[in-house]
C-alpha cells in the first residue's frame, strides 16, 4: 500500500461532527503530497464558522502522523475553491440521502 493511501485510511476515521460520514468522503480533503516522509495535505471546511474550525485540521494533522512513513505533516486549510455538496462522494450522498 502506498504512504498517499495509508494517510487516506487513517484520514477516513475522522467523521464530521454533524453528519456521519468521514470527511474523506465529504470532500474536504482537496489534496495529499508526500514528498520523502512529509505529507502535505489541503483540507476545507464545511463552512469558514465551523464548530471544529480548531480541532478538525489538528486531527487530520494527527491522524496522518500515525502513518509510520511520515515524520511531518504540512497542513493548509483553504478556503478555495469553496467546499460545496457536489465534492461529496457517491457513497457520501448516498449516506445522506442526497
Known amino acids: 500500500m502506498k504512504v498517499k ?19 474523506y468522503e465529504l ?16 483540507m476545507t471546511l464545511t463552512t469558514p464558522n465551523c464548530p471544529v474550525a480548531e480541532s478538525l485540521p489538528k486531527e487530520v494533522k494527527e491522524s496522518a502522523m500515525q502513518v509510520e512513513e511520515i515524520d511531518d505533516v504540512d497542513l493548509e486549510l483553504v478556503w478555495d475553491p469553496p467546499w460545496t455538496k457536489d465534492m461529496m462522494s457517491d457513497a457520501a450522498k448516498l449516506e445522506l440521502n442526497l
Not at 493511501?5 to 470527511?23: G, H
Open 27 to 42: 470532500g474536504l480533503i482537496y489534496d495529499i503530497k508526500v514528498i520523502g516522509k512529509k505529507a502535505e495535505i489541503k
Open 5 to 23: 493511501e495509508k494517510i487516506i485510511d487513517e484520514i477516513r476515521k475522522i467523521y464530521d461532527p454533524e453528519l456521519p460520514v468521514n470527511i
